[in-house]
């Protein structure tokens, strides 16, 4: 199976900071990667597909990068809302996998 | 678009149940569908996939031989019926449109499954 890393697990912020989350596979997934976002008591929202693809009617300021085994979400100007939590997960092969989520708090 | 879960609740370890989802506002026939779980405070599994036709499925190792996923396209459903249910199986269940390139692009809300004596 593919592991999924992400780092940081917590990361503190800002309203109004640019932020960055690391998703690291176990092996190269070229750019079979999506990025989650999850509220409290919430389904998980797509943000991202394919690396670096905005899913439609997801803000601008959520952006995707990376191929292989290393990927990185960033989040320019934090709103409110975006203090959640965030997961990536693999879809090159089954099972597909997730990372182990981080969250942002507010600092 | 939407998917409803229904069919969660409270089960002895051991026990069986049967979760459905039902989908509205896709074309739930050439839909590809996942099942997902998350346990209470942790993070997110996939757990089992139906191709559009349901010839096809996959699971993960943990459920293997314990769940099953099935599909009635007629009735816009997709269903999980869990079997030998063990307390770590205890977990929000959320139902999931898998889109062509593979990512969840459609979640529903979630159905608790709660195992415990």
């Known amino acids: 199976d593919i592991q999924m890393t992400q780092s940081p697990s917590t990361l503190s912020a800002s309203v109004g900071d640019t932020v960055s989350i690391a998703c690291r596979a176990s092996?190269?997934?070229?750019?079979?990667l999506a990025w989650y976002q999850q509220a409290p008591g919430k389904a998980p929202k797509l943000l991202i597909y394919?690396?670096?693809n905005l899913e439609s009617g997801v803000p601008s300021r959520f952006s995707g990068s990376g191929s292989g085994t290393t990927f990185t979400l960033t989040i320019s100007s934090l709103q409110s809302d975006d203090f959640v939590t965030y997961y990536c997960?693999?879809?090159?092969?089954?099972?597909?996998?997730f990372g182990q989520g981080t969250k942002v708090e507010v600092k | 678009v939407q998917l409803v879960e229904s069919g969660g609740g409270l089960v002895k370890p051991g026990g069986s149940l049967r979760l459905t989802c039902v989908a509205s506002?896709?074309?739930?026939?050439?839909?590809?569908m996942s099942w997902i779980r998350q346990p209470p405070g942790k993070g997110l599994e996939w757990i089992t996939y139906?191709?559009?036709?349901?010839?096809?499925?996959y699971y993960a190792d943990s459920v293997k031989g314990r769940f099953t996923i099935s599909r009635d396209n007629a009735k816009n459903s997709v269903y999980l019926e869990m079997n030998s249910l063990r307390v770590d199986d205890t977990a929000v269940y959320y139902c999931?449109?898998?889109?062509?390139?593979?990512?969840?692009?459609?979640w529903g809300r979630g159905t608790l499954v709660t195992v415990s004596s």
């Open positions: 394919k690396a670096s």
């Open positions: 092996q190269s997934i070229s750019t079979w």
């Open positions: 139906i191709s559009n036709s349901g010839i096809i499925t």
């Open positions: 999931a449109r898998e889109s062509y390139s593979g990512s969840f692009d459609v």
């Open positions: 997960q693999q879809y090159n092969s089954y099972p597909w996998t």
């Open positions: 506002g896709l074309t739930f026939s050439d839909d590809y």
